[in-house]
């Protein structure tokens, strides 16, 4: 340990002068041009190399929590500040305080960047929602929320139809204005945890709902909504971020304008305010070349080129002295609309507050849940999903249990043992076999057993911000006798792997059948075109799944997508999809099945090819009919043939986790997860919780072995 | 064996519904792909109003600010690593599963199992574990960790599939070139590969599939853009607040492209070696 950083010092100050800094980010288009250009200028100015990467949104976050702790990250990475005090408590960020001068920096974006009175990074941009008015039919911003119903009101005509706000008011983000307009407080006072059931609440959910009653705000709206609409003229006005200018038709004349004040308290909607900021790893091996870097890029002509090209809103107090800026409408606008904003608190008990608050949020706007009564069910939610931290548990017992295990196990296994013989009679090939198998098994062990027993393990554990320990069998319990909610309720064990065994015979039952209905009329030899039909019915397979579940996805969009707008041609009702859970399980189960269908097709169809035609002409000469030909012939001999893949298929469907996780993403409130994207949920969006989500791993594990055990019993040796 | 107009008729009715449900999606994401707009194309005519490639240039044409030609290098990447997954992969499973198909020696029954098995605990589970593994072998950041993951991710299904199909080949082949004086090797590569061509088509297909479509490894292990493979390319147009629609459509048909040329290309394989394979499981 001391020689490595004895090394790692001598390297640090001569060796590495010339090893370029490494910066991630998960900019596109404008922004990235900016960043690039920035760096440029660093470098030309300083000397000091530097490399960047663009990691893709999705995958960054898990990246950089991944790599810097093993001293593969970046030097520097932009990263939004609510998940500072994460990265904080898994020791990958280093502090700025000292350096970073507040007064160059809007105040509120400083603010944002405290976790127990350090600073950490520097503030490049801010995020916040505005009022985004369709100067044609609102030309004066309202300033209250009784101006407001009234231009609501006035713009607002069935007969279009033309709505008067268009937002995706499902989504908690959009909603948090109202909560603190209405004037309730999030988080305790004193206590500081989440408090949902407050009159405030009540009466911003109330709201809300008023405002989708009266017809002001259309229902189920999505971020493609709003845009159409507003770009149609048919919603006046519009809430949304910096993002959405860039949606915005040229045709389409507009204003920014802050959120109206809530007249009955006095208090302005205040929306949450989100930075965007250079964060210097924990781990680089140049801090002061780091430090200097991620300022440079918050600072003079970073900002600059942040503004244009980059399109973003700026910390930097300077940058709003620009000409440039003054007089561009959207960028000043947003400093006054950002003066209103609060910080995302960057507390670990935010990050529990979005999943209780969207189930609260969207009950209320489907009208499921009275407003008064949704904070009851947020709370409920909240509760469930923040489990207490079980008990440490003594380590010995468990050491013996597990010794004992393994000589039980062993001892088993030396009774069963066959006849005494010479190991070289009974294996004579022992030798050859092994080595013809080694390469496989060597790389089967270090990269699945390893990675597997380390799965199993972590189930014993509590995982807290890189802190695990032992509690035992604690998870198991709780998961088993679902601790803190009723076995009826999506987050329990029990209603989750109800979901899924429905799931995976619904879906194992539709690909056999349709892909064995398919393979007989392809089977047909002297059937014309039979090669294109075939050719044109495995595309779905060869389409990478991602892609499959996205292109679904939209496809059930409410408004828009292709398969209400077949309903509505057919003359029936378009469906609101992901609302209810029989409509949402069934809009995974056809995605699974477009997706699923090609695989049975070819594995019957070589099935099917297997069966001796003469068994058909003995058939026929004996006058069975079709039907029994297929009863009595096809199936019995396609059993042992299709039984292998529809097993294999069963343990694919069980832990198909894209297409759930994508299409229904779990709608309505959890109901239709399956046991493997729950597992996903607490191990990477509720708080990390990896001990329960391994534990809920080694169930699904277990299920799936008992079930292919018995499947193996019933249906005798031959077959899988 | 005649049958009626009518049922012939009755039959092209129904393989037609069926092509047209299985195409439509895709033909809705080449719509996207070449309309101007960046955004979803939602309506139901699936065929694009206006008609304009510049999705494609520019996901094709892209180039970083170091002046690489992104997309080219991506497609080596993509290229490179699944190819060699699916060579690694292949030798991998073909001799595991000539092994267990042949030869008695003990952990056998246990190792099959272990396979199936290891195909039960949810793989987005494993990416902690792995990383740590990978870097304790060096292998972060480079073609080769990925390759490794990627081709033993798909060796338990190879394994089980090639095994199966060996169990069909007569082993009567396999003693008669011995007799005629064949090695243990040529008996292996001479007579028992080039019966199982069926079954190491299918196999390969899979495993190059496995590498091809990949993008969160890949995207975690892999350090720099120009040799992220295309499923990590693709995945960056969908960002946190908007998605590029027209890019991602474009990325996408661009990346599924080869494997359905896989796939028509394979295809007499695939039914055969899919199914004898199964049939003896």
Redesign the interface.
């Known amino acids: 340990m001391t020689r490595l950083s004895v090394l790692a010092l001598l390297m640090a100050t001569d060796g590495l002068a010339a090893e370029p800094l490494?910066l991630w980010h998960?900019y596109?288009?404008g922004e990235e041009q900016a960043i690039?250009a920035a760096v440029?200028r660093y470098t030309d100015k300083t000397g000091v190399q530097v490399?960047?990467?663009?990691?893709?949104?999705?995958?960054f976050s898990?990246?950089l929590t991944?790599?810097i702790p093993?001293d593969?990250g970046p030097d520097v990475f932009i990263f939004a500040h609510e998940r500072l005090r994460q990265f904080h408590r898994l020791k990958v960020i280093a502090p700025s305080t000292g350096r970073l001068d507040r007064s160059k920096y809007i105040k509120s974006t400083v603010d944002a960047l405290e976790v127990d009175g350090e600073l950490y990074g520097y503030p490049l941009s801010l995020?916040t929602l505005a009022l985004f008015l369709n100067t044609e039919l609102v030309p004066d911003a309202p300033t209250t929320t009784d101006d407001w119903l009234k231009a609501l009101e006035r713009t607002t005509d069935p007969s279009k139809p033309r709505f008067g706000l268009a937002y995706a008011a499902g989504d908690f983000y959009l909603h948090a204005p109202f909560v603190f307009g209405f004037g309730a407080k999030l988080f305790d006072d004193t206590t500081g945890r989440a408090t949902f059931d407050t009159p405030g609440m009540a009466k911003s959910l109330a709201f809300v709902k008023g405002l989708q009653d009266r017809g002001f705000l259309p229902q189920e709206v999505s971020?493609?909504l709003v845009?159409?609409l507003f770009n149609e003229g048919r919603a006046a006005m519009v809430i949304s971020?910096p993002?959405f200018t860039?949606?915005i038709d040229q045709a389409v004349k507009y204003r920014i304008v802050p959120l109206p004040t809530v007249t009955e308290t006095g208090l302005p909607l205040m929306p949450f305010l989100g930075v965007e900021a250079a964060l210097v790893s924990a781990r680089t091996r140049q801090p002061e070349q780091a430090q200097a870097l991620a300022e440079f890029l918050s600072l003079g002509e970073a900002t600059a080129l942040r503004v244009n090209p980059g399109r973003q809103i700026p910390a930097e107090l300077a940058a709003y002295e620009l000409t440039e800026v003054q007089q561009d409408p959207v960028i000043s606008a947003f400093k006054d609309v950002a003066a209103r904003a609060v910080p995302t608190p960057n507390t670990l008990e935010m990050a529990k507050v979005w999943e209780p608050m969207k189930l609260a949020l969207r009950g209320v706007l489907q009208g499921e849940v009275a407003p008064e009564a949704a904070g009851q069910l947020a709370e409920r939610r909240y509760r469930a999903l923040n489990r207490d931290r079980p008990p440490d548990a003594p380590k010995l017992p468990y050491a013996i249990a597990l010794v004992v295990a393994l000589a039980g196990f062993a001892f088993w296994r030396w009774t069963k043992r066959g006849p005494a013989q010479a190991f070289a009679r009974?294996?004579?090939?022992?030798a050859?076999?092994?080595?013809?198998?080694s390469?496989?098994?060597v790389?089967?062990f270090?990269?699945?057993?390893?990675?597997?027993v380390?799965?199993i393990s972590l189930a014993f554990f509590h995982h807290d911000a890189g802190e695990y320990s032992f509690v035992g069998l604690a998870n198991f319990t709780d998961i088993l006798t679902s601790k803190g909610y009723r076995v009826t309720e999506p987050l329990s064990f029990w209603f989750t792997l109800a979901v899924t065994i429905a799931w995976t015979f619904v879906n194992v039952t539709l690909h056999v059948s349709i892909g064995l209905a398919?393979a007989i009329?392809?089977k047909?030899p002297l059937?014309?075109?039979r090669g294109v039909?075939?050719?044109?019915?495995?595309?779905?397979?060869?389409?990478?799944?991602?892609?499959?579940a996205?292109?679904?996805k939209?496809?059930f969009?409410r408004?828009?997508?292709?398969i209400n707008?077949?309903l509505s041609?057919l003359g029936l009702e378009p469906v609101s999809w992901f609302t209810q859970f029989s409509t949402a399980f069934a809009a995974n189960v056809i995605t699974n099945t477009?997706l699923g269908f090609?695989f049975m097709m070819?594995?019957s169809?070589?099935?099917l090819?297997?069966i001796p035609q003469d068994l058909y002409e003995a058939a026929?000469v004996d006058g069975a009919s079709k039907w029994t030909q297929f009863r009595r012939i096809t199936l019995p001999l396609l059993k042992?043939?299709?039984?292998?893949?529809v097993i294999?298929g069963c343990?694919?469907t069980?832990?198909m986790?894209n297409i759930i996780y994508l299409v229904s993403g779990g709608e309505p409130g959890g109901a239709t997860d399956i046991l493997?994207s729950e597992?996903?949920r607490w191990?990477f969006q509720r708080n990390e919780q990896?001990g329960f989500?391994?534990a809920y791993?080694v169930l699904?594990?277990f299920v799936?072995?008992g079930w292919?055990r018995l499947t193996r019993r019933l249906t005798g040796p031959e077959?899988? | 064996m005649k049958r009626s107009q009518l049922t012939v008729a009755l039959v092209h009715v129904v393989l037609v519904l069926a092509c047209v449900a299985s195409l439509y999606p895709v033909l809705w994401v080449v719509k996207m792909a070449l309309s101007p707009a960046q955004s979803l194309s939602l309506s139901l005519n699936p065929f694009p109003q206006e008609v304009t490639f510049d999705h494609f240039r520019e996901v094709l044409l892209s180039h970083d600010s170091q002046g690489r030609w992104l997309f080219g290098r991506q497609l080596l990447a993509s290229v490179v690593v699944s190819g060699a997954t699916t060579l690694v992969g292949l030798s991998l499973a073909v001799t595991a599963a000539y092994a267990l198909s042949r030869f008695r020696f003990p952990g056998k029954d246990a190792g099959m199992q272990t396979l199936l098995v290891t195909q039960m605990f949810p793989a987005t589970l494993m990416l902690v574990p792995l990383f740590a593994i990978l870097q304790r072998l060096s292998l972060l950041d480079s073609w080769g960790g990925l390759v490794l993951v990627y081709s033993t991710t798909s060796l338990p299904f190879c394994v089980w599939m090639l095994k199966g199909y060996f169990d069909t080949i007569p082993r009567e082949l396999e003693e008669a070139a011995v007799m005629d004086g064949a090695s243990a090797w040529q008996v292996f590569w001479k007579v028992v590969l080039p019966l199982a061509r069926p079954a190491l088509a299918v196999t390969a297909l899979f495993s190059f599939m496995t590498a091809w479509n990949e993008f969160i490894l890949s995207a975690t292990l892999i350090n720099d853009a120009a040799r992220f493979t295309l499923p990590v390319a693709l995945q960056q147009y969908v960002g946190e607040w908007k998605t590029e629609w027209g890019h991602f459509a474009a990325g996408a048909l661009v990346v599924s492209a080869p494997v359905m040329a896989l796939f028509f290309a394979l295809q007499k394989y695939l039914v055969g070696g899919l199914t004898a394979g199964a049939v003896k499981g």
Request: no cysteine; proline share 7%; charged share 15%.
């Open positions: 490494k998960a596109r288009g690039e440029k490399e960047l990467l663009s990691v893709p949104y999705d995958a898990s990246k991944s790599a093993h593969a995020k971020g493609a845009k159409s971020g993002w860039g949606e009974r294996y004579p090939e022992a050859r076999g092994l080595a013809w198998v390469p496989a098994a790389g089967i270090v990269l699945i057993v390893i990675p597997f380390w799965g398919l009329l392809l047909d059937l014309k075109l039909y075939r050719v044109l019915l495995i595309v779905p397979w060869a389409v990478p799944n991602y892609i499959t996205l292109m679904w939209g496809m969009h408004q828009f997508g292709a707008g077949l041609a477009w090609p070819v594995v169809l070589g099935a090819q297997s026929e042992p043939a299709l039984l292998p893949s294999l343990v694919w069980f832990n986790f493997v597992a996903y191990a990896y989500a391994a791993a699904i594990f799936l072995l292919t077959a899988a």
